[in-house]
């Protein structure tokens, strides 16, 4: 009975498997150390008092950052296109709630998910790296 009982369990524990789906190719981008804070009032923040706006800040993080209002929160994404290797034309270019690279393949990302828009491409499978968002009047503290 023991042994049945071990057997069960051994059958148990070694065919459970994990859900998380890793992919190699997720891997341009690096892991850098990302504490900013920005006040609204600033002329050049005052796009994000509006829903849908997006701006670039540059020297953060691994190509810049994008900043989003949603309507509901604001989101903050790494500027660089994670399915591209970075450099100099893999930095997003922000139009309202989506932002593409200038590489040339038309990768078009949305600020409000962070995945890739419109996707007929199955090997593009990284969405943007974001960074978490706190709010305290008019300032945003961004950071990972």
Known sequence: ???????????????????????????FLLDINVNITI???LPQYSTLGFVGNSIYIS???NNGIIVANTGSSYMAWDASDPNYVPGTCSALV??????????????????????ISDNDDPTLVCALKNYRVQQNGNSLTIYN
């Open 1 to 27: 009975m023991k042994s049945l009982f071990a057997l069960i369990i051994s059958l148990f524990l070694f065919s459970c498997s994990s859900n998380t789906v890793t992919n190699e190719n997720c891997n």
């Open 59 to 61: 020297g953060i993080g």
């Open 94 to 115: 922000p139009n309202g709630l989506f932002g593409t690279n200038d590489c040339g393949n038309g990768n078009t990302y949305n600020f409000v998910t962070g995945e």
């Open 39 to 41: 006040n609204l009032s």
